[in-house]
Each structure stands twice: as structure tokens, then as C-alpha cells.
């Protein structure tokens, strides 16, 4: 459909990881070797409204040595990854957007945090949590959307 010449929209999300040292419940008979579970995802803000307004799929591109190192995430989602592993890594991502949006897919890289981080109180924590969280706020822009795509996303 049209484009929208003077709009421009904008749309806030986290990119991220979480992390555990294994042994871990959430991760069950990890393969031999494999030191941390993990996830790797695409996410709403907190209390923020879902993402499928705007974002078709997510594709993950795990590190070479991952059987399947290319893994699709189809909206509603949740857009993420869990697994296991020894090491860290940059994890290629891709965005896609609606059919309707004409817009090309949009690359983010996040490199894997398993390691504990931060000042030694927050270090810490981590170590007596068990859990370490690596995410930061992202910002997408559409400019001169589509009259369809606009429509959904002022619709959410
Ligand atoms: C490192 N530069 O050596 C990194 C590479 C590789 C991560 C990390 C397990 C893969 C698998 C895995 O954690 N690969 O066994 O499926 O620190």
C-alpha cells in the first residue's frame, strides 16, 4: 500500500540473554562439556505490549559449532532461544517484518554474556542467584511506513 511520505513510528524492545550455571533444573542432561544453559531472545519492554504488531520473525544465528546453528522464531513467539554451551559468542539477528510493511529485514548482533559482570556487588549477586541477565533497550524506526503497516501498528 502507500506510503505515509511525513510519518515516522518507532518501536522499543530488549535484546538479550539470561544465564545459569549448570548443573540447573531448566536444563536438564546437558551434553558432555556444557558448562552453562542460556537464553538469547527478542523481547517486549517490561509491562510493554507484545511485539506481533510489528515483527514477523526473528532468525538467530547461533556460533558454528550448534547443530541447526540457524534457528526461526514465527510470530507470536515468545521470540527466543534456550541451549546449552561452554563458550561466549556474537549471536547474529535478523528481524522481519510484516508482508504488508514492505520493509527489509533489520540485523542486530548481541554477543552472549555467561560470565558474571558489573561492580563486585553485583557480581555477587549473580553468583548466589545463579542468574545473570545481559540486556539492553533497542529502538526500531519506520519511516514512511505503509499506510497497512501504520494502520497495525497504531492499532496495538
Ligand atoms: C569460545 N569463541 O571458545 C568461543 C566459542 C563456542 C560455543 C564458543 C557449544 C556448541 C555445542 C558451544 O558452547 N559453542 O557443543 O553444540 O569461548
Redesign the pocket.
Known amino acids: 500500500s502507500k506510503r505515509l511520505k511525513a510519518q515516522k513510528i518507532s518501536r522499543h524492545f530488549l535484546i538479550g540473554n539470561t544465564a545459569v550455571q549448570l548443573p540447573h533444573p531448566s536444563f536438564p542432561d546437558p551434553?558432555e562439556?556444557?558448562s552453562?544453559g542460556w537464553k538469547v531472545y527478542v523481547r517486549p519492554l517490561p509491562n510493554g505490549p507484545d511485539l506481533s504488531s510489528w515483527l514477523k520473525k526473528v532468525q538467530f544465528k547461533?556460533?558454528h559449532?550448534?547443530?541447526d546453528a540457524s534457528r526461526t522464531i514465527e510470530a507470536p513467539g515468545p521470540f527466543e532461544i534456550s541451549?546449552?554451551?561452554?563458550?561466549?559468542?556474537g549471536v547474529e539477528i535478523r528481524l522481519y517484518f510484516p508482508p504488508e510493511s514492505g520493509e527489509k529485514a533489520q540485523y542486530r548482533e548481541h554477543y552472549l554474556v555467561l560470565g558474571y559482570y558489573g561492580s563486585e556487588e553485583q557480581q555477587e549477586r549473580q553468583r548466589k542467584e545463579n542468574f545473570i541477565v545481559a540486556e539492553r533497550v533497542e529502538t526500531i524506526e519506520f519511516n514512511e511506513p505503509t499506510q497497512d503497516f501504520f494502520k497495525n501498528l497504531t492499532n496495538e
Request: glycine share 18%; hydrophobic share 20%.
Open positions: 551434553p562439556g556444557h552453562k547461533l556460533h559449532t550448534y547443530a541451549e546449552t554451551g561452554y563458550g561466549e559468542f
